[in-house]
């Protein structure tokens, strides 16, 4: 069955530090997506990230960037020198096949970041 | 419009009444998703349009969810005769395409049935 797992309820950084946010996913299929999401309080998902199953580098954008393990089926987040808007709900999804849409979430992970 | 919009951004019913959330994606967007997200946990798909077409509706809780595309723009997502367990945020996304671009959120209806 495709899982995603995220098992940090809850994280707190220090401004100006970087934190990491684990993800692991669980799938049979060869050709999948992972993707992380940020929804702030407000409510919308914001795109943050995206790494394709077949790609070699991680993928980095501006202070995201996902450390993407294939054998060990993890794709953890990590976000370098934080700031007080980076407090919010973070999702790891993932997509399968070809239809970056249709996307199975994790639990999500609370993160605080303190001043 | 510059993003996806939703309607109404919150929505009370009494048990027993349906209910109808409306989705305006972005201008040009191919692909359609609707979602519902229970309180603390992740987004569940519910169903998604290409175009007009309805090509997968597996995540549809039951037969009172319904939704529909008919311009292959605008969508509605209803549901009947509404349940406590569908309190949830409603959010519908869209996309360009269905592969290699990532899907574009709209901020969600909160449903409350009451």
């Known amino acids: 069955a495709q899982k995603i797992t995220q098992t940090q309820p809850g994280m707190f950084v220090q401004e100006k530090e970087a934190v990491t946010l684990d993800c692991t996913y669980d799938?049979?299929?060869?050709?999948?997506?992972l993707f992380w999401y940020k929804q702030p309080s407000s409510g919308e998902m914001i795109f943050l990230i995206y790494?394709?199953?077949?790609?070699?580098q991680n993928a980095t954008e501006g202070r995201y960037s996902l450390n993407f393990q294939k054998a060990r089926k993890s794709a953890n987040l990590v976000i370098s020198a934080s700031q007080l808007g980076d407090s919010a709900m973070y999702f790891c999804?993932?997509?399968?096949?070809?239809?970056?849409?249709?996307?199975?979430f994790g639990q999500g992970t609370t993160l605080q970041v303190k001043p | 419009g510059a993003g996806v919009s939703q309607s109404p951004r919150y929505k009370v019913a009494k048990r027993g009444q349906d209910v109808a959330l409306r989705c305006d994606p972005i201008?040009?967007?191919?692909?359609l998703f609707w979602y519902q997200q229970a309180l603390g946990q992740g987004p569940e798909f519910l169903t998604y349009?290409?175009?007009?077409?309805?090509?997968?509706k597996s995540g549809l809780p039951s037969d009172r969810f319904f939704a529909e595309r008919p311009e292959g723009s605008v969508s509605t997502l209803k549901i009947q005769r509404t349940q406590q367990e569908d309190s949830a945020v409603y959010l519908c996304?869209?996309?360009?395409?269905?592969?290699?671009?990532?899907?574009?959120f709209g901020q969600g209806t909160r449903l409350t049935v009451v």
């Open positions: 996304a869209s996309s360009l395409v269905l592969s290699n671009t990532e899907a574009f």
């Open positions: 799938t049979s299929d060869q050709s999948y997506g």
């Open positions: 790494q394709g199953s077949y790609d070699e």
């Open positions: 999804a993932m997509s399968l096949g070809g239809n970056t849409g249709k996307l199975i």
């Open positions: 201008s040009g967007h191919v692909s």
């Open positions: 349009f290409q175009n007009e077409a309805q090509l997968d």
